[in-house]
C-alpha cells in the first residue's frame, strides 16, 4: 500500500502563486517509473485531470498549461504543482494519484482557494 500526502494548499489572490507537494511513500525504484498525477475537484463537479509526469514526460490539461508545472524529485519520492497566475476558478481541492502497474493511489487532497 503506497500511502500519498499533499500539502502546500491555502488562499491566495487572483493572480498569485503556490506550490503544491505531494510526498508518497513509494521507493525510489517504483516512484520514478510510476504515472504520477494531479487532478482538482471543485464544489459541485467531478474530479478532473490536471496533469501528469510520467518518466519525465509532462502533460496538461487545456486549462492550466502555460500557468501550471509538474516536477518531481525521484529520490525523494514526491511530485509538485508549481500553480501560478491562478485564477478563481482554480479554487478545488488538489488530489494527487500515483498509478503503477494496474494500482492507483491517491492522496486525500488540499484545498486551494483564489479570491478575486
Known amino acids: 500500500q503506497v500511502q500519498l500526502v499533499e500539502s502546500g494548499g491555502g488562499l491566495v489572490q487572483a493572480g498569485g502563486s503556490l506550490r503544491l507537494s505531494c510526498v508518497t511513500s513509494?521507493?525510489?525504484?517504483?516512484?520514478?517509473?510510476?504515472?504520477n498525477s494531479w487532478y482538482r475537484q471543485a464544489p459541485g463537479k467531478e474530479r478532473e485531470f490536471v496533469g501528469r509526469?510520467?518518466?519525465?514526460?509532462?502533460e496538461y490539461a487545456d486549462s492550466v498549461r502555460g500557468r501550471f508545472t509538474i516536477s518531481s524529485d525521484n529520490a525523494k519520492s514526491t511530485t509538485y504543482l508549481q500553480m501560478n497566475n491562478l485564477r478563481p476558478e482554480d479554487t478545488a481541492v488538489y488530489y494527487c494519484?500515483?498509478?503503477?502497474?494496474?494500482?492507483?493511489?491517491w492522496g486525500l487532497g488540499t484545498q486551494v482557494t483564489v479570491s478575486s
Open positions: 513509494a521507493s525510489t525504484s517504483i516512484f520514478s517509473v510510476s504515472n
Open positions: 494519484r500515483l498509478y503503477f502497474k494496474g494500482h492507483e493511489y
Open positions: 509526469i510520467y518518466v519525465g514526460r509532462r
